[in-house]
């Protein structure tokens, strides 16, 4: 069996050797692993650096958008070039570690479950550390709003709809028109597949949320309404 990891990338050039480094070290028993990276037409150093990084990691696939797409771009990008059974979304910025994927293709690999999502939502924000600034509440409880609304609408109880971590089979991506550019995109896969008729299991995950001063991109207000429109539109067309 083989694991693709997609990486889409956008100006990531303070953590993207670092994210390369970390996933190349993942280990899975009983599995072969890919590592696809989309630069999304990065205009800092991100490029000089992954074109470094192809000499260090010769198997290493690079693929480079001309212009900027977004991240649900360049993710569908990455999954028409991937050659895995399975695929997985790696953020470069590093709030995943990539050490949980392994504990997240385990339940795959036992065939126990083909969709196998990372949950971040087990628990709350600590009130001592960055993440639990206001705004970082308002992204945490937007997400659980989503969630909960996606569990309602589709018959299925989620925790962490937005979750980056999605292993899920290529045969999906294969036989479903995904149409999200942006953000958008993971509300977009979550409807799809359950509409498909895969059940997802959840597998709890701590990350290490990065702050809006260290370039998160992420805007609450306009992606969580992007996010429940779409919810609702796939919930009644295809």
Known sequence: MKLSIIIPVFNEEKTVVQVIKQVSQVKITGAKIEVIIINDASTDKTAKKLQDSKGIYPNLKVITHAINMGKGAAVRTGFEKATGEYLVIQDADLEYDPIFIPQLFEPILAK?????????????????????????????????????????????????????????????????????????????????????????????????PRGYKEGKKLQTFPEGFKALWTLIKFRFVD
């Open 112 to 208: 126990e479950a083909e969709v196998v999502y990372g949950t971040r939502l087990k628990r709350l924000p600590h009130p001592q550390k960055e993440e639990s600034t206001p705004r970082f509440f308002l992204h945490f409880f937007g997400n659980r709003f989503l969630s909960l609304i996606t569990s309602i609408l589709y018959g299925q109880w989620i925790t962490d709809m937005e979750t980056c971590y999605k292993i899920f089979p290529k045969a999906f991506v294969e036989k479903t028109t995904l149409l999200g550019s942006g953000f958008n995109f993971e509300p977009e896969i979550t409807a799809k597949l359950i509409k498909s008729g895969y059940r997802i299991k959840e597998v709890p995950i701590t990350t290490k």
